[in-house]
């Protein structure tokens, strides 16, 4: 099963920032979305998941997404979009409820507030229930956002499909053990079956996790594959316009990725 889209292409106005772009992820896998700032990542992410107008087909788990009702959509991927901010009064647990869906059991009326109170605890906020969405840090706020994005589509699977998780850059604001706690709970999520799609700013953090790359530039596609392959020099070094030295230590040959000083 996959999410897989075809001839991607975007304008702003006379301005295209999306060029013909094919991307393909598929179930059980992290599939990273790489790239310099403005090469159109949050573009890409946001006309896959339907929320941007977009030419070009995309296709979830061989199903024609554009021909999706919201509601349909909603039951197949949920998003997390790029650090938003939220307009309303609520508290983390009212916060993360406005996730729930279909696709609860109605003769179990605790299951709500488990699936609540299991996705608070995952993304590392339990005891953090009644506080206001307002007054938490960046990266408090931002795991909320992940456990409400997390409810929507609990289960990975559900009637046989993998689910999709969406995430724009969802370890932007975080210390470095929350952004390995986000990253695992992504990872495992993958793992159960489901598909995770995410715009990763950290390439270290992407050689990590990623099983799949994609590296945009310019609105195109410049390289797709494993982490080994799509994380090298001449490519990180031409995207990002910057000299990157990508090094690869035992013991699990993971790259990891060090920019050179300029001067
Ligand atoms: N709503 C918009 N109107 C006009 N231009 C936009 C809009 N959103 C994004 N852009 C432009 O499109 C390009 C790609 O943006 P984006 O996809 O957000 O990049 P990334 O997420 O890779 O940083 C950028 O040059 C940005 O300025
Ligand atoms: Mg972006």
Known sequence: M????????????PRRVLDQVDFTARAGEVTAIV??????????????????PHQGQVRINGADADAMTARQRALHRAVLPQSGSIAFPFNVLELVRLGLTAGLSSDDPGEADRITLAAIARVGLEGYETRMVQELSGGERQ?????????????PVLDGQPRWLMLDEPVSALD???????????????????????????????????????????GRLRRSGRPADVLNDQDLSACYNCPVRVNTPPPDGSPWVLPQSMV
């Open 143 to 155: 795991r909320a956002q992940m456990a409400r994005v997390l409810v929507q589509i609990w289960q």
């Open 176 to 218: 470095i053990r929350h952004q390995l706690t986000i990253m695992h709970l992504a990872q495992d999520y993958a793992r159960a079956g489901g598909g995770v799609i995410a715009v990763m700013h950290d390439l270290n953090l992407t050689a990590m996790f990623a099983d799949q790359v994609n590296l945009l530039y310019d």
């Open 2 to 13: 996959q999410y897989e889209a075809t001839g991607i292409t975007v304008s702003y106005g």
């Open 35 to 52: 790239g310099p700032n403005g090469s159109g990542k949050t573009t890409l992410l946001r006309a896959m998941s339907g929320e941007t």
